[in-house]
Nanobody
Framework: QVQLVDSGGGLVQAGDSLRLSCYASGNTQAISAMGWFRQAPGKDRELVASITWITGSTTYADSVKGRFTISKDNAKNMVYLQMDSLKPEDTAVYLC?????????????????WGQGTQVTVSS
């Protein structure tokens, strides 16, 4: 079992930046990839970005490419999401997630552990 605690959300204006953090504990050796998802009211949970734990290979949703950057610190069991040029459309609860799959790392079902979520609100 992996436990995740995410943090760093807040209320910002359009164009501002935020940095989200996620700390993993428990059976962290089982982690093959970590990701950030977001869920806005009335919308499905969607993948924002993912990163493989060993190689650092990343994927991004088309809507955030060029604006968001996912990174990790394996020694600290941390994953980060740097969000720049935020837009009101980015407003959502952001959740970090961990996967033990060999590959995939795109769907909600690919991730077995979840953080509690941190609210990001971007005003215009």
């Amino acid at each position: 079992q992996v436990q995740l605690v995410d943090s760093g959300g807040g209320l910002v204006q359009a164009g501002d930046s935020l940095r989200l953090s996620c700390y993993a504990s428990g059976n962290t050796q089982a982690i093959s990839a970590m990701g950030w998802f977001r869920q806005a009211p009335g919308k499905d949970r969607e993948l924002v970005a993912s990163i493989t734990w060993i190689t650092g290979s990343t994927t991004y949703a088309d809507s955030v490419k060029g604006r968001f950057t996912i990174s990790k610190d394996n020694a600290k069991n941390m994953v980060y999401l740097q969000m720049d040029s935020l837009k009101p459309e980015d407003t959502a609860v952001y959740l970090c997630a961990a996967s033990s799959r060999l590959f995939g790392f795109q769907r909600v079902a690919d991730f077995g552990s979840w953080g509690q979520g941190t609210q990001v609100t971007v005003s215009s």
